[in-house]
C-alpha cells in the first residue's frame, strides 16, 4: 500500500541520493527490506508467501482461519475477491488467498527470473503486490 509516510520517505531517499550524489533507490526500499528475509537483493516466492502468510493471520481477526472482505480492509476489490473465491463461499482460505499472492507475484515477474528485484517491486504489478504482503 502506497502510504503517505511511504511516498514522504521515498521522497526523502531521492532527495538524499541526489545530495550524496548517488543513484536514485541505490538504498533497498522498504518493502525490499521487510520482503528480502535472506538479504540476497531480491523477493522470491517462498519470502513473499511467508510475508502473506503473516498478514493473513494477522487480518484474521476472528481467526477462523478464513478472511472475508471486512477482514481484507479493502485489499481485493469485489471483482478480484470473487475471482479468488472459487467455491463463492464469502471467504478466502490460506490458499486462496496465496494463490493470489503467486498470480501476482509472476505478473510481476517481467522476467521470468522466479525473484523480484527493486525496480520489478516498484511496477504497477509490483504495487499491486504489495498490499498483500504487508
Ligand atoms: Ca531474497
Ligand atoms: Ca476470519
Ligand atoms: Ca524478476
Request: net charge negative.
Amino acid at each position: 500500500m502506497i502510504t503517505r509516510r511511504t511516498a514522504t520517505l521515498n521522497s526523502l531517499a531521492v532527495i538524499t541520493s541526489i545530495l550524496v550524489g548517488q543513484p536514485a533507490f541505490a538504498a533497498p526500499s522498504r518493502a525490499m527490506q521487510l520482503l528480502d528475509t535472506d538479504n540476497d537483493g531480491t523477493v522470491d516466492l517462498d519470502e513473499a508467501k511467508k510475508a502473506a502468510s503473516t498478514l493473513f493471520d494477522k487480518l484474521d481477526r476472528d481467526h477462523d482461519g478464513t478472511l472475508d472482505r471486512r477482514e481484507l480492509r479493502g485489499r481485493l476489490s469485489a471483482a478480484e475477491f470473487a475471482a479468488a473465491d472459487p467455491d463463492k463461499d464469502g471467504t478466502l482460505s490460506k490458499d486462496e488467498y496465496l494463490k493470489v499472492v503467486e498470480d501476482r507475484f509472476k505478473a510481476a515477474d517481467r522476467d521470468y527470473d522466479g525473484t523480484l528485484d527493486e525496480k520489478e517491486l516498484r511496477s504497477r504489478a509490483g504495487r499491486a503486490l504489495l498490499p498483500l504482503l504487508q
